[in-house]
């Protein structure tokens, strides 16, 4: 088992590194030039060029990539271009917004969906099963912006329940925090809870027509149990990896929930630096967020372990 | 209120919205501060204003810096952070003695070598700024609070020059930053600004925050546009970068910002019917709009094409398609800005002609033979994507063949400094737009430039007699000469070189929360002079 982590780990490495070779290429051989959105556009074409000098982009491209790979093996991730401040600083400043979303539109997202997968499953056939399963399709039809501007509507700007935008860090205090992630949270969440709740549905009817359910139920288990114990630990495996898979695509699919609901979180800081040409910017997100799934990827390979037995390392 | 919520879903509603008091889910005590929250038009993502042009980094210079001349509503120009100054009788030496009380926010008494050092610095970078130097022999301190600029000839803009309201606007800086090389960001704000930048507070992309820097020094007239007494009455100002229009609209609706400095064209309609919110055009100048051709390849090498130009655009429908309320636009063909006291109607028949057989007929003359127009087309700013595509319909309507090639911003400021033919990655037209006050005048208004490939801006017009008359415009001090030789401009551009074809003049309306007053008027967003009511 420690064999097979320490493997995996080390298997990031070369993932890191072909990532970070393809965005760095990706990203200078794009047309488009920092040096010019910074002089504007009135400059003169060698104050352009004075400046492009004094960031260093007229050195030779593999001058320019070792420079980099070099700082980021000695934990630099850089200096944004435009604000002069440092990259970790940058990623450091968005990265408890997009975690609390991500970790709170799971948690919200597993709270709602796998007992209504469950129940779905359990009364298959009937109308609990139809409305529940008309949600689902529901929840994945309607883009998430529509249900952000229609609860925004209805909660804060009718109801004043919760603000229209803007992320209150935890350190501010729960409530406030509360208060600021409650909208992004479940406006983001449905289309997950969605997800969850088809994928827990179509695993519990698989097992629940397996020969150990009848037994179990021929020995009188009540429902809970057979449910619980017996049908959903048996079904958790495929429900397990697609909340993975969605853990990885919350880190960096945020961005509409964060533009919405105007949260600083590290999609908008990616946005913002693509349409300036931002590369140190883009390359440390990029580097975080590939690092961050190959972690998430392994969480998951190993959670089977603990779900079922039979699966070794 | 919406029509369909009855009185019963309004009382349901009501005790609803009570419910979070209730579990103690309300905001937390009020502050005793007094906060002015902003929405601006961008994310301040830069801090040296004379290292970038960007328009939210100039604002953030008003902020934290002053400037030795502002312009005031009138765009006249008044002294700001001068006392007194005197011009010799030959016009050639101006001496500049500081007013009292400055001081950088760091404490230091401000100084004129800390002046000498700024106004040498911004000359390095700004066009009114190196044409300034191109005219001066010495700039240097005479003592701790006085400086003289000495030049070489006459030069009429001196005071425009230094009160210059937009970008690069010459703000002092302490003389140790100032020092920083013109081309690298100086490390640390230290202004003497009415306002401190609060760097700790700082978030790019999310949170700016500005205290009140209590030991400043208002002047005592009457605030108007950048002049005048900067009475700042709140303690704090915090810029709250919205990107989402929709949200910011929201956000202004339910009382989490106070302003929003500009408000989607299509949100106005929306914002008109709250009862909580006011709007108002407070930059009389508004935005010119550019369509620029490559004079350096065909078929735009040739005058008759570039009138044709002339003939073929109908600003109205470039405004329909842009901005849309006739409120906040007018069919302009001036090229300094109507409403300034360089407004010319000199040559502008073409422009106002909208006749297509003329363009036709010209085209022809140019020898145009049905050649490939490529068209970059900026589809991430809607202002540029909407009028690049009015531009290929009314081009294709004269019977030119048309490419509109789509990109970014990015990608299209760096592709319009290609020189080679639109056939080897060139282009022949693009759009852009500049603000009014980047306008109003021959030398601020860089998209008239005839310097050719060597000085002009991208598109490289050459005309030497253009050049002649914008030299004479800077030397001459008697505003009637000033204004002739605006008219003989105007004549030339519009009869030969057609620099670019502007395409309407629009206004961008700012909206506030009701209760708010004193926005000042002016092309730059101030928060200074601004109360705000308790109620």
């Known amino acids: ?313 | 209120m919406p029509r369909f919520l009855t009185a019963t879903r309004r009382a349901a509603l009501a005790a609803l919205a009570a419910a979070p008091m209730a579990l103690g889910l309300g905001i937390g005590p009020a502050s005793a501060e007094s906060v002015l929250r902003i929405v601006p038009h961008a994310d301040l993502k830069n801090l040296d204003p004379i290292w970038t042009t960007a328009y939210i980094t100039r604002n953030h210079g008003y902020m934290v810096y002053d400037t030795l001349f502002a312009q005031d509503e009138e765009l006249n120009v008044h002294p700001q952070m001068v006392g007194e100054h005197s011009v010799s009788d030959d016009g050639l030496v101006y001496t500049f003695t500081l007013r009292d009380g400055l001081k950088w926010h760091d404490g230091d008494p401000v100084k004129a070598e800390d002046c000498v050092a700024s106004i040498l610095r911004w000359g390095k970078r700004d066009g009114m700024g190196q044409k300034l130097m191109d005219f001066t022999r010495e700039l240097k301190a005479v003592d701790d609070k006085t400086f003289t600029l000495t030049l070489n000839e006459p030069y009429g803009l001196v005071l425009d020059s230094l009160g210059k309201i937009s970008s690069n606007t010459p703000f002092m800086m302490k003389k140790e930053y100032a020092d920083t090389d013109a081309f690298e960001q100086v490390s640390e704000v230290v202004g003497s600004g009415p306002f401190r930048f609060v760097k700790e507070e700082w978030v790019p992309g999310s949170k700016v925050v500005y205290a009140r820097n209590e030991d400043y020094v208002p002047r005592s007239e009457a605030a108007s546009g950048a002049a005048g007494g900067k009475v700042v009455h709140f303690d704090r100002v915090e810029w709250i970068y919205i990107p989402d229009p929709a949200t910011a609209m929201n956000a202004l609706i339910n009382g989490e910002v106070d302003l929003w400095e500009t408000p989607a064209v299509d949100m106005v309609p929306l914002l008109e019917q709250s009862e909580d919110v006011e709007l108002a055009v407070i930059d009389p100048l508004g935005t010119q709009g550019w369509l620029r051709p490559n004079h350096l390849h065909p078929p735009f090498d040739n005058p008759k094409a570039r009138q044709a130009l002339l003939y073929a655009v109908n600003q109205t429908v470039y405004l329909q398609a842009i901005v849309g309320d006739p409120k906040l636009y007018k069919e302009c063909a001036a090229y300094f800005i109507c409403g300034t006291p360089n407004e010319s109607d000199v040559g502008v028949g073409p422009l106002q002609s909208h006749d297509q057989e003329m363009a036709r007929k010209l085209l022809a003359e140019a020898g145009y033979k049905g050649e490939k127009i490529i068209l970059m087309q900026s589809t991430d700013i809607p202002v540029l994507n909407n009028a690049a595509l009015v531009t290929a319909q009314v081009l294709r309507d004269v019977g030119m063949d048309v490419e509109v090639q789509a990109m970014d911003w990015s990608t299209l400021t760096s592709r319009r400094a290609e020189k080679k033919s639109p056939a080897d990655g060139g282009w022949n037209i693009f759009h852009t737009y500049a603000t009014g006050a980047d306008a109003t005048s021959p030398i601020a208004n860089i998209g008239v430039s005839g310097g050719g490939v060597e000085k002009a801006w991208f598109g490289w017009p050459t005309d030497e007699k253009t050049e002649m008359l914008r030299d004479q415009f800077a030397r001459e001090a008697d505003p009637m000469k000033k204004k002739a030789i605006i008219d003989e401009l105007q004549g030339r551009l519009f009869d030969h070189l057609v620099p670019y074809v502007n395409y309407g003049q629009w206004f961008q309306p700012v909206a506030w929360r009701k209760g708010l007053e004193g926005v000042l008027v002016s092309p730059v967003p101030f928060f200074w002079n601004i109360t705000k009511d308790a109620g």
Not at chain 1, 43 to 56: F, N, V, Y
Not at chain 1, 60 to 77: I, K, N, R, T
Request: glycine share 8%; proline share 5%.
């Open chain 1, 1 to 313: 088992m420690y064999a097979y982590i320490a493997r995996r780990l080390l298997a990031t490495l070369p993932v890191m590194a072909v990532v970070g070779i393809a965005v760095f290429m990706l990203l200078h051989l794009t047309p488009g030039d920092p040096a010019v959105v910074i002089a504007g556009d009135y400059a003169r074409p060698e104050d352009i060029d004075k400046i492009r000098e004094r960031l260093g982009l007229n050195e030779p491209l593999h001058v320019q990539f070792f420079s980099w790979v070099g700082a980021v093996l000695s934990g630099d991730l850089g200096t944004s271009i435009f604000s002069n401040l440092p990259v970790a600083k940058l990623i450091g400043q968005r990265l408890e917004p997009t975690l609390a979303l991500a970790i709170a539109t799971i948690i919200f997202a597993i709270l709602v969906a796998v007992p209504m997968g469950v129940i779905a499953a359990w009364k298959a056939g009937t109308l609990t099963d139809r409305v529940i399963m008309v949600f689902a399709v529901l929840g994945f039809s309607v883009p998430v912006f529509v249900i952000g501007y229609a609860m925004m509507w209805l909660f804060s700007i009718t109801l004043g329940w919760f603000p229209v935008q803007g992320y209150k860090p935890i350190g501010d205090g729960f409530w406030p925090f509360l208060r600021s992630i409650t909208l992004p949270t479940v406006a983001l969440g449905i289309i997950y809870v969605a997800l969850i709740a088809r994928i827990t549905r179509a695993s519990m009817l698989e097992v629940l027509t397996e020969d150990y359910m009848r037994t179990a139920r021929a020995k009188g288990l009540d429902n809970n149990a057979l449910l619980i114990r017996h049908a959903l630990r048996n079904a958790s495996v495929p429900i397990v990896t697609i909340i993975g898979i969605g853990i990885a695509l919350l880190i960096g699919g945020v961005v509409v929930t964060e533009s919405v609901f105007n949260i600083p979180g590290l999609g908008r800081l990616t946005i913002d630096a693509v349409l300036r040409r931002d590369y140190p910017i883009i390359q440390g997100v990029i580097l975080i967020f590939s690092g961050a799934y190959v972690i998430v990827n392994l969480a998951i390979d190993l959670s089977y372990t603990v779900l079922d037995p039979r699966i070794r390392y």
